[in-house]
């Protein structure tokens, strides 16, 4: 069907004008938020050290290991909070955690903070980080648009939200700490929290809207009180969703605020399932988290409005535990709305962050100062580092080695997020001397600075050297122009199962839109489309174009990337344009 | 905006002045959410949007270069808080395949030579839903919003022949995808 303009516009309006929100009531939401984020401007100008990006990636591979190693049930499941607050204690629902505050508490004893859950209100923005064989990359920076100070923040869930508003962390380990994004919390009608009676009300609501709700929701249970187990029974039949369903043999329940709370740690009784008192908050735990009847408070929770009704399956308007906020004070912050100044940043180094000797970098040269770079065109980067010290390169195990990590300063740059590169150290026979190569294209216009050398010793300890602090590294200016851009298209899109699905796009000149011909553009699907990847190839006509017909055979990641000479443009994680487009075919197992 | 009383509530907004900002939402919160609205297809998602999209601008007023180019310079960040907006959702938007007529109101194509057949909101919608959200922000702001293709590259930031392009491959797909509902 080919719509005529005047029909296009038609519905396009009609899609437009079809909705029932409140624009002004919109309005008011944005100025109060405005309000807010007025009163904490001039917090956001101070300089708090961060975490560096060096540590940042030493917390990836921490991380890495220890998902690879530990059991989920040792996993530390949500809401472990490090201490237990009284019944009293009071969050401030009205405001989230600062980014400076954040800042703050990353800066300082993180070891407390391990697995804690902290709201804040923050800025949100996609860093493109490309690690090399590493499972868990950052994927967004908060305070990004100070590059030398952005918080770096993973994704380990695809919550795959990114912006501008309060969002939660869990902390996560490393001398300076990092965070998970858990998701997006969306305020109640009186604040930033919940009471119980007001969210209860309102799941049905949103369950209603026949949308999938991302938002986690802060629930205030300072005086509530009971939790109460209930049990789940075991059956067989389709798995309930891990982070839904009864995955344990508890389901603990936060009782009606009108009731006294228990004082006693002893374990609750077992009561029929689904046996909550009225009006009560259901929040069945898939974590096994057993929350102990002095740890009232603030909990972070996800409403369950996904959920289709079926036997066992927790009942419509409950919510998911995800885990307990803790109070400013248990937090050493103050309650006050205005924040203290935090710490000013250490200007000297470069530093171990490590308690103990390690290795200590000597020198660090880069190849060249600068390149140009045009069309296809790429060149290498050889960054070459001089430890004085034991350093341990494990071989094989690329997610031990030694790594160092290259960050583009944003600013004047055709991509405006921050990007990060991260290499493997190879060690140069014979010397204390490492190498790392990067290999640059046209797209990477400006100016990148070393930002992290990350190394280990030989008793194993990681020892993170942070240049960051020591000023006066090397740097290297890209000038790039006229760099290929790569367009992906599948059709049709979802797809069925069995279906041929036509993949199609164009090469063109980002800096005139002109078509590129005669560029040979590589697709693969699923695993090949990750770094060293190969596929088959198809080459562009004389309008930029390419075509490729595949049959779907389940669900499957496609990628195209361009493959020419004398530049190779490989797949590169967390890098999408123009080197590698990234689209997913839906199967439908329900299709022909 | 790029009236004279709305270039200088732009540059009170840019020192700060958050009582002009105030202005200058309550005039463009209707139009970010009715282009939020027909990119998204939902209210929750273009509410989010429109959001997230003033506050977002609130915060970065400051590195507005040119007063005068506010309109392009928020229509860029409505797209982008409209790409995190599907982002947000969880899993993908499953549209049920074969179209089936609710009763919703028609829009008929008139274009000569094709078979008159009608085009259901729901069939559109579900077509629509299906392209990506670069396809459906350029069509939206080309076709509904009537912006000459110089705009739509400003607020894209992307050149013009590229916005050629994608116009003309996005309308393809548009086809494409209705061509699924059995409208072909």
């Given amino acids: ?592 | 905006m790029e009236g004279p009383l709305e270039r200088e509530l732009v540059e009170q907004a840019r020192r700060g002045d958050r009582a002009a900002y105030e202005q200058i939402v309550r005039r463009k919160v209707e139009t970010v959410y009715r282009t939020a609205r027909a990119i998204l297809g939902n209210d929750a998602d273009a509410d989010d949007a429109t959001q997230e999209a003033l506050i977002g601008a609130w915060r970065r007023i400051g590195s507005l270069r040119d007063p005068g180019r506010f309109d392009a310079w928020l229509g860029r960040i409505t797209v982008n808080a409209c790409r995190m907006a599907l982002r947000r959702r969880r899993g993908p938007a499953l549209v049920t395949l074969g179209g089936s007529d609710s009763g919703h109101e028609l829009a008929e194509t008139q274009r000569p030579g094709f078979e008159h057949r009608a085009v259901t909101a729901d069939a559109f919608d579900r077509a629509f839903d299906r392209l990506p959200l670069e396809q459906r922000a350029i069509l939206v702001l080309h076709h509904r919003d009537e912006l000459p293709v110089a705009e739509v590259a400003a607020r894209l930031g992307i050149p013009e022949g590229t916005v050629k392009s994608r116009l003309s491959a996005a309308r393809a797909a548009l086809d494409r995808s209705l061509a699924r509902e059995g409208l072909r």
């Fill in chain 1, 1 to 592: 069907m080919n719509l005529d303009d005047r029909s296009l516009r038609e519905h396009l309006d009609r899609r437009a004008e079809a909705g029932l929100t409140d624009v002004e009531q919109t309005a008011e939401v944005v100025l109060a938020r405005v309000a807010e984020i007025d009163r904490g401007a001039g917090w956001r100008r101070l300089g708090v050290r961060a975490p560096s990006l060096g540590v940042a990636a030493a917390v990836i591979v921490i991380i890495v290991v220890a998902l690879a190693v530990l059991p989920p049930r040792l996993w530390p499941g949500p809401g472990s909070s490090p201490t237990s607050s009284a019944p009293d204690a009071g969050y401030p629902a009205n405001r989230p955690l600062t980014a400076g505050e954040l800042r703050t508490l990353l800066a300082g004893d993180t070891a407390r903070l391990a697995d804690a859950v902290l709201v804040v209100d923050v800025e949100l923005r996609e860093a493109t980080v490309s690690c090399v064989l590493l499972a868990l990359c950052a994927t967004f920076a908060i305070d990004a648009l100070d590059p030398t100070d952005p918080i770096y923040v993973f994704d380990p869930h695809d919550v795959g939200s990114v912006g501008t508003g309060t969002y939660a962390f869990r902390v996560v380990g490393g001398p300076e700490g990092a965070v998970l994004l858990l998701g997006r919390v969306r305020a109640g009608p009186d604040g930033l929290a919940w009471t119980l009676p007001q969210l209860t009300a309102a799941l049905p609501d949103l369950r209603a809207a026949d949308r999938a709700v991302p938002y986690l929701y802060l629930v205030d249970a300072g005086r509530a009180i009971s939790t109460v187990a209930i049990s789940c029974p075991s059956v067989p039949g389709p798995t309930l969703s891990p982070d839904f369903g009864c995955a344990g043999p508890w389901t603990w329940l936060i009782g009606n605020e009108a009731e006294p709370p228990i004082e006693s740690d002893a374990a609750p009784p077992i009561t029929e399932r689904f046996d909550a008192p009225p009006d009560s908050l259901r929040l069945p735990n898939a974590a096994d988290r057993r929350p102990g009847t002095t740890e009232h408070g603030y909990w972070l929770v996800v409403p369950l409005v996904d959920q289709e009704p079926c036997f066992a399956c927790p009942p419509a308007g409950a919510a998911d535990l995800i885990g307990r906020v803790l109070t400013l004070d248990e937090l050493g912050l103050a309650s006050a709305a205005t924040p203290p100044p935090s710490t000013a940043p250490p200007t000297t180094g470069p530093s171990s962050t490590a308690a103990g000797s390690g290795p200590s970098v000597d020198e660090v040269a880069f190849s060249t100062e600068s390149m140009t770079l045009s069309g296809f065109q790429t060149a290498d980067l050889i960054v070459t580092i001089t430890f004085s010290g034991e350093v341990v390169y494990p071989g094989a195990d690329t997610s031990q080695a030694a790594q160092v990590c290259l960050t583009r300063d944003p600013s004047g740059t055709i991509d405006p997020r921050p990007v990060q590169r991260i290499r493997g150290l190879t060690r140069i026979d014979g010397t204390q001397q490492a190498s790392a190569t990067f290999r640059m294209t046209p797209r990477d216009h400006g100016t990148w600075r070393l930002t992290c050398i990350i190394a280990v010793d030989g008793d194993g300890r990681g020892v993170t050297i942070d240049p960051v602090l020591a000023g006066g590294w090397p740097e290297i200016e890209v000038i790039g122009t006229h760099p290929p851009r790569l367009t992906l298209e599948l059709d049709p899109y979802p797809a069925e199962i069995g279906q041929a699905v036509t993949v199609s796009g164009q090469v063109t000149d980002e800096d005139t839109g002109d078509p590129l011909a005669g560029v040979v553009v590589a697709i693969a699907t699923n695993g090949t489309c990750a770094q060293g990847g190969t596929g088959e190839t198809v080459t562009t006509d004389a309008n930029g174009t390419y075509r490729y017909e595949r049959a779907v055979v389940q669900t499957d990641l496609v990628c195209a990337w361009i493959s020419d000479t004398p530049g190779v443009y490989v797949p590169d994680s967390y890098q999408t344009e123009p080197v590698a487009v990234f689209a997913y075919v839906l199967a439908d197992a329900t299709g022909p």
